[in-house]
């Protein structure tokens, strides 16, 4: 019994000083270093990184496929429609999570867009622990919405496309049962000041209702309202108020019409979506449901802003699809390293040191590893580090010469090397890179980048017929319609260009990078007033320069 007794104990103790280790683990320990081991998961429809103990992870890539296929169910998406996998992050522990974001870290999860030192235009999402807890979940939910909203529709008008987004992270499942329409982040009352109040275990803050736009301002209001930008200068807390206000105004409008207090405005909402689909203009779709009855409209939404208790949707979720089991993987040390880097939470000073850092890791790991000479190559080349960016990508290039992001990353950084910086060497137009880009590229912005460049060497009409595999192979790619814009615009079909321009805007990830595209808009409407006054002149190579990440 003594030696029973004494051998419990000592698993006990065991238990308790494995559990001590981790938690007193640094934050960012990897697998070399005593931490525990990165295992990556690729489902039908994600891509998860994790240090989540195997079957942790495995229950949590079924959550993931579960909402998916919720969200599938209620949006409806193309039956042809393929995605590109959405690529997460799941730390374990909070502390590793914390490192990533900051010291001012309030976030539970968080959306890493595109960012300048990534080729690839897909983003990632980053959270933390075993359970999905409410508020990661609506992250989630709130990203792969977008993702639908853009696979199902054409560009939508901004509020239609946030407003929607809010609408559907508030989606719970109970059972087999799915509801809709539960009190979002932020909600309006009728106190001339901002207050929080608490919904469940989250708290909700409460913004004064003379603040919200009308809802003819609201369906006329401009990117720059919902993402912070103005053309002229403004504070920083002012810009803040007005997307916080515009988002939380198109949520609440969006439940009025999907929710809304009688059967007809679901009925009218429905039509309006079904007549975006079926490609009306916005402007015309909303006007032909409501523009005959603004005024009710405008009072019920007046009226509906400061309404606290809300009603649900309620759908049943249709039983769940076959599915492959997932591969995994156990990843190399040098790859923790650059899944860390990728998911450094943004491009500020600090956070440009911490992703430094994981790259030299990475470097010391794996020397001869092409992704690290490709992430550090880029990250010289946007320190202005020029000779140092090349020469990385060359180390890389030298041990895979056939590696499509490689051969990329030397054109984009040959291309954007400012005039007193170039040297005498092959040029962002060499024709022998452009071939070999082109005969081994397989992602949807390596083929886009590939017509494009073709198209700089003269090539138009070829590298547009790369450029348009390209965006049937990745329809959420924004950058690869950006491309396709340009050598739209240097053909002179200057519509298909704009056109391309608003759904680059319209599927790029909230913000990222939406002053660069609205500035290659307002270039490309520019061009077609130029054109109008002059004569037709024969096709030309387009003259902009290409971007040297994703826009």
Not at 233 to 257: C, D, G, I, M, N
Not at 468 to 486: D, G, I
Request: charged share 25%; with cysteine; proline share 7%.
């Amino acid at each position: 019994m003594l030696r029973q007794v004494t051998s419990l104990t000592l698993l006990v103790v065991g238990t308790f000083f494995l559990l001590g280790c981790a938690a007193n683990r640094a934050p960012l320990t990897s697998p070399a270093q005593g931490g525990p081991t990165w295992t990556e998961f690729r489902s039908a429809h994600f891509t998860v990184f994790t240090d989540l103990d195997v079957e942790e992870a495995r229950i949590r890539l079924a959550h993931f496929e579960q909402l998916y296929e919720a969200l599938e169910h209620l949006l409806q998406p193309p039956a042809d429609a393929t995605p590109t996998p959405l690529r997460v992050v799941v730390f374990d522990r909070d502390k590793d999570f914390a490192a990533l974001v900051g010291p001012d870290h309030n976030v539970g999860a968080y959306h890493k867009r595109g960012s300048v030192l990534e080729l690839d235009p897909s983003s990632t999402l980053v959270m933390h622990g075993a359970d999905l807890d409410d508020e990661t979940q609506e992250v989630f939910l709130h990203e792969l919405t977008h993702q639908f909203l853009a696979l199902r529709f054409g560009p939508l008008p901004t509020w239609l496309n946030e407003g929607l987004a809010q609408y559907y992270e508030t989606l719970r499942i109970e059972g087999n049962q799915i509801s809709l329409g539960a009190p979002g982040a932020h909600d309006f009352s009728e106190q001339p000041h901002i207050w929080t109040s608490w919904r469940g275990n989250l708290i909700q803050t409460q913004i004064p209702a003379t603040w919200a736009p009308t809802v003819w301002d609201l369906v006329h209001s401009d990117r720059g309202s919902f993402y912070g930008l103005s053309s002229r200068p403004e504070k920083p807390e002012e810009l803040q108020k007005r997307s916080v206000t515009h988002y939380t105004a198109a949520w609440k409008f969006v439940h009025l019409l999907s929710n809304g207090p009688d059967a007809t405005y679901r009925s009218r909402f429905d039509a309006m979506l079904g007549a975006l689909q079926a490609g009306t203009r916005p402007r015309e779709a909303f006007l032909e449901q409501y523009g005959g009855d603004l005024p009710r409209l405008q009072a019920d939404y007046q009226r509906y802003l400061t309404q606290a208790r809300l009603s649900r949707r309620h759908a049943t979720l249709p039983p769940p699809k076959p599915r492959a089991p997932a591969a995994q993987r156990v990843l190399e040390e040098a790859e923790v390293h650059l899944v860390w880097a990728h998911a450094v939470y943004s491009d500020s000073k600090e956070a440009m040191q911490l992703y430094r850092q994981r790259l030299d890791a990475a470097l010391a790991a794996s020397p001869d590893h092409p992704e690290t000479a490709l992430r550090r190559g880029i990250f010289f080349f946007h320190q202005d580090q020029f000779d140092e960016a090349e020469r990385e990508i060359a180390r890389g290039l030298k041990a895979r010469p056939e590696h499509p992001d490689l051969i990329m990353a030397t054109l984009l950084i040959q291309d954007g090397r400012p005039t007193d910086a170039k040297t005498g060497g092959p040029s962002a137009e060499s024709s022998e890179l452009v071939a070999r880009l082109a005969r081994t590229a397989t992602s949807g912005v390596q083929l886009a980048l590939a017509g494009f460049f073709m198209g700089r060497q003269g090539q138009v009409e070829e590298g547009l017929r790369m450029v348009e595999r390209a965006v049937a192979k990745a329809p959420l790619c924004y950058s690869c319609k950006r491309y396709q814009a340009a050598l739209l615009a240097s053909l002179g079909r200057y519509d298909e260009a704009l056109a391309a321009m608003e759904r680059a805007l319209g599927i790029s990830p909230e913000s990222a990078g939406m002053k660069d595209l609205m500035q290659q808009r307002a270039q490309i409407l520019d061009q077609k007033e130029r054109a109008a006054t002059k004569p037709a002149a024969p096709a030309a190579a387009p003259d902009a320069q290409a971007p040297t990440s994703t826009p």
